[in-house]
């Protein structure tokens, strides 16, 4: 009798779980131990932003075999079609059509290419121009480094935007000269933060020693400083990728941005401004691939600069 005893009220403080299983977990229990790694997982890895670049990436790569239409002919019939989920939606366009009849969905992923060569020529220009200032900033000190961030503070101080459309309106809108303008807007952020780091870096032991074995300041900000300096290049270039895209969309919503014909996000966006009442679709499409890709872009260089700043890594 005792032992049926403590047998009964060891099974009352037990908790039954679905099926009268004790070692199986409540469905309540397993959906939080799943949302909880969910979110760990989410949190520690960024997912849904590599998802998105990496659609991004790809669609750039292999647009011609992923466009269902040629992204520049017209057809009147489908002019600003509505997408093909609508009641009253195209038959031909699954995201539907433009003011003249072109294919939405055929512009967006041909607009990644240009999107990305233009960001990525553009990032690359900026980030070696004020990666190599900084490096020098940083090292050699004195008047030199005085020159520089009083030119990087001038820089940071004038209207990109008003600049840019000038640079537009004289040497008139191309490839190149967009490439170039854009570039001039991304260098400034990447003296300022590598020329910190080199400040630190250069009272090091082992540049000291260098120094002192007969290594040439260039050999020590290439070969010891340099590398050092990686994880912010990363970062930087990461961050300013989302600021790139937002000013070409806007240089391309104003008309100075991607040559005609060449599709862009920011004119698809202009070319359904007058047409926002009966076709919203024209503009708010090119408008959403803007702000994922911006916002991964961002949450991209966050993770980067969290997992790769030792002073800031997280676990």
Not at 209 to 219: D, M, N
Request: no cysteine.
């Amino acid at each position: 009798m005792t032992v049926e005893r403590e047998r009964s009220a060891f099974e009352d403080r037990v908790p039954v779980s679905v099926g009268d299983d004790p070692a199986m977990p409540s469905f309540g229990e397993r959906a939080y131990r799943v949302a909880a790694r969910t979110a760990y997982i989410l949190k520690r890895w960024p997912i849904i932003p590599g998802v998105i670049l990496f659609m991004l990436l790809f669609g750039a790569a292999f647009a011609p075999l992923l466009e269902p239409f040629d992204p520049l002919k017209v057809d009147l019939s489908e002019r600003n079609s509505p997408p093909s989920w609508f009641t009253d939606g195209s038959d031909k366009y699954f995201l539907g059509g433009d003011p003249v009849g072109r294919d939405i969905l055929s512009r967006v992923i041909e607009s990644t290419r240009i999107t990305v060569a233009v960001v990525f020529f553009s990032i690359t220009v900026g980030i070696v121009t004020g990666t190599a200032l900084g490096l020098v900033a940083g090292y050699v000190g004195g008047v030199t480094d005085e020159v520089i961030m009083r030119i990087v503070d001038i820089w940071a101080a004038l209207p990109y935007l008003l600049i840019i459309l000038t640079i537009v309106v004289v040497f008139g809108q191309s490839f190149t000269v967009l490439i170039g303008s854009l570039a001039l807007l991304s260098w400034p952020g990447a003296v300022r933060l590598v020329r910190a780091e080199a400040l630190r870096v250069r009272e090091a032991d082992y540049v000291m020693s260098a120094k002192v074995a007969g290594a040439s300041g260039l050999r020590i900000m290439w070969k010891h400083i340099m590398p050092q300096t990686v994880h912010i290049v990363i970062v930087t270039a990461t961050l300013g990728t989302g600021t790139l895209i937002l000013t070409e969309a806007t240089l391309s919503f104003l008309g100075a941005g991607v040559p005609a014909p060449h599709p862009s996000w920011g004119a698809m966006a202009a070319d359904g401004r007058d047409y926002l009442r009966d076709a919203w679709w024209v503009s708010v499409i090119p408008g959403t691939a803007i702000i994922m890709v911006v916002m991964a872009g961002n949450f991209m260089g966050d993770w980067l600069r969290d997992r790769l700043d030792p002073t800031l890594r997280q676990l």
